[in-house]
């Protein structure tokens, strides 16, 4: 297969590029580890049919007979100058493209606390996704923490299906989260859908300046001990979503050789304006470059496709949209930052990494990443850090690595895909 734009990833970034780029003629490859389009925002399940923004923009590459959708596949490595190797359900190949639009998103941060590891406790995007893939959740107790407008979304979604959501707890103060509510006037979509929600949630009890610091239960979560102020309170419940915000996901980019800066405490990929990375002919958008919300990845999918196909002037369109979301984006970021009081939470005996079965007490006597993976293996799992490498970088101060010392694959990947490479160089 070979593509004029290949774009990596079918969220609203994604998404809107693809539109772009077909609707100018160009020969589209859209390719996404879930089975159906919409990234994690707008993500499809049994009962979760695609609505407004999202059915519109997924409609309108259905009809297009130039976009190649190649769901359900994840990429494992670049095998050449322009070529990536795939990796599907049933086969390993790989495929050619002319330009590439890197729309990765954004994957939850999660920190240690005693119990974080118990059964029925998941991120708020990790409820929303297991809700929307059709695990009943109808008569739970369910506790929504962390920070960030998430949590609201993912409380709206367990309760649609019948959950009992008893209590939000957010750890920003309360002053903050008023004046980002407030501050909310200047992108009226962003206003609507707060008070849509605020309305469906208006008897859930909101505790701001609060964040759990220990899930309970002896095999199962029973519980959980939450602190506001100086008191402590106990909430019984079946479900914890817990997770502190979005982090870029910044793998595929990092490990193509895509520059990476710091940007809102997080690592992110480099852009310019035309959001061009630092590789010639690759672009991202979305929040792999920045985490602002699915406005701000649409229309910096829009400005990537048209800068990848040389339409420099319809790509500066877009500019006045997305400073717009981007000013809404630090307003966020800035209400919702983390309380240093949160990298205290674990103990020395808890769970840092979950793949190793690493202690916190033991990779907190490193003073490096890296030093800690070489003395305890910690990050050396199958999710090769992507858990507790951001959680170590807030609770320890490490820096961070960019693409975290990740080498091909990416991702787990048959050995028949890894010799479709070997393959290939050997007929050629």
Same mark, same amino acid.
């Given at each position: 297969?070979?593509?004029?734009?290949?774009?990596?990833?079918?969220?609203?970034?994604?998404?809107? #590029?693809?539109?772009?780029?077909?609707?100018?003629?160009?020969?589209?490859?859209?390719?996404?580890?879930?089975?159906?389009? %919409?990234?994690?925002?707008?993500?499809?399940?049994?009962?979760?049919?695609?609505?407004?923004?999202?059915?519109?923009?997924?409609?309108?590459?259905?009809?297009?007979?130039?976009?190649?959708?190649?769901?359900?596949?994840?990429?494992?490595?670049?095998?050449?100058?322009?070529?990536?190797?795939?990796?599907?359900?049933?086969? %390993?190949?790989?495929?050619?493209?002319?330009?590439?639009?890197?729309?990765? $998103?954004?994957?939850?941060?999660?920190?240690?606390?005693?119990?974080?590891?118990?059964? %029925?406790?998941?991120?708020?995007? @990790?409820?929303?996704?297991?809700?929307?893939?059709?695990?009943?959740?109808?008569?739970?107790?369910?506790?929504?923490? =962390?920070? $960030?407008?998430?949590?609201?979304?993912?409380?709206?979604?367990?309760?649609?299906?019948?959950?009992?959501?008893?209590?939000?707890?957010?750890?920003?103060?309360?002053?903050?989260?008023? +004046?980002?509510?407030? @501050?909310?006037?200047?992108?009226?979509?962003?206003?609507?859908?707060?008070?849509?929600?605020?309305?469906?949630?208006?008897?859930?009890?909101?505790?701001?300046? #609060?964040?759990?610091?220990?899930?309970?239960?002896?095999?199962?979560?029973?519980?959980?001990?939450?602190?506001?102020?100086?008191?402590?309170?106990?909430?019984?419940?079946?479900?914890?979503?817990?997770?502190? =915000?979005?982090?870029?996901?910044?793998?595929?980019?990092?490990?193509?050789?895509?520059?990476?800066?710091?940007? +809102? =405490?997080?690592?992110?990929?480099?852009?310019?304006?035309? +959001?061009?990375?630092?590789?010639?002919?690759?672009?991202?958008?979305?929040?792999?470059?920045?985490?602002? @919300?699915?406005?701000?990845?649409?229309?910096? $999918?829009?400005?990537?496709?048209?800068? #990848?196909?040389?339409?420099?002037?319809?790509?500066?369109?877009?500019?006045?949209?997305?400073?717009?979301?981007?000013?809404?984006?630090?307003?966020?970021?800035?209400?919702?930052?983390?309380?240093?009081?949160?990298?205290?939470?674990?103990?020395?005996?808890?769970?840092?990494?979950?793949?190793?079965?690493?202690?916190?007490?033991?990779?907190?006597?490193?003073?490096?990443?890296?030093? #800690?993976?070489?003395?305890?293996?910690?990050?050396? $799992?199958?999710?090769?850090?992507?858990?507790?490498?951001?959680?170590?970088?807030?609770?320890?101060?490490?820096?961070?690595? @960019?693409? =975290?010392?990740?080498?091909?694959?990416?991702?787990?990947?048959?050995?028949?895909?890894?010799?479709?490479?070997?393959?290939?160089?050997?007929?050629?």
């Amino acid at each position: 297969m070979k593509f004029d734009i290949l774009i990596i990833g079918a969220g609203p970034a994604g998404l809107n #590029a693809a539109r772009v780029a077909a609707r100018a003629g160009a020969q589209v490859g859209i390719v996404d580890d879930n089975a159906l389009p %919409g990234g994690q925002i707008w993500r499809q399940g049994p009962q979760h049919a695609p609505a407004g923004p999202a059915r519109e923009a997924i409609e309108a590459l259905t009809a297009l007979l130039n976009v190649a959708r190649l769901s359900g596949t994840r990429v494992v490595q670049a095998s050449g100058a322009r070529q990536l190797l795939l990796e599907d359900a049933a086969r %390993g190949y790989t495929v050619d493209y002319g330009k590439l639009i890197i729309a990765t $998103g954004a994957r939850e941060r999660f920190l240690p606390y005693p119990g974080w590891t118990l059964p %029925g406790v998941t991120g708020a995007g @990790g409820l929303q996704a297991l809700v929307k893939g059709g695990m009943p959740v109808r008569g739970e107790r369910i506790v929504i923490a =962390g920070t $960030g407008p998430l949590l609201w979304a993912a409380a709206v979604t367990a309760r649609e299906r019948g959950a009992q959501v008893v209590a939000i707890v957010e750890q920003a103060p309360a002053h903050a989260v008023r +004046q980002f509510a407030a @501050g909310l006037v200047a992108t009226p979509a962003k206003l609507v859908q707060a008070a849509r929600m605020r309305f469906d949630l208006r008897a859930t009890p909101y505790l701001c300046g #609060a964040h759990v610091v220990e899930a309970g239960g002896e095999t199962q979560l029973t519980h959980v001990r939450v602190r506001r102020g100086v008191g402590d309170l106990s909430i019984d419940c079946e479900r914890l979503a817990c997770a502190y =915000g979005l982090v870029p996901n910044t793998l595929v980019g990092a490990a193509l050789g895509c520059g990476i800066d710091e940007t +809102q =405490g997080v690592a992110a990929i480099a852009v310019d304006d035309l +959001q061009a990375t630092s590789l010639p002919d690759v672009y991202a958008a979305g929040e792999c470059t920045g985490v602002g @919300g699915m406005e701000l990845a649409a229309v910096e $999918g829009r400005i990537a496709a048209h800068a #990848a196909l040389g339409e420099a002037g319809q790509a500066r369109a877009g500019f006045a949209q997305r400073a717009r979301y981007r000013r809404f984006a630090a307003r966020m970021h800035e209400a919702f930052a983390l309380d240093a009081r949160l990298r205290a939470l674990a103990e020395p005996d808890t769970v840092l990494c979950r793949c190793e079965d690493v202690r916190f007490g033991d990779a907190a006597q490193y003073g490096s990443w890296r030093d #800690a993976k070489l003395q305890t293996r910690c990050g050396m $799992g199958p999710c090769q850090g992507k858990i507790c490498g951001e959680a170590a970088a807030f609770c320890f101060g490490w820096p961070r690595s @960019g693409a =975290g010392g990740q080498r091909p694959p990416f991702s787990p990947a048959r050995i028949g895909t890894l010799l479709e490479v070997h393959d290939e160089a050997r007929e050629t």
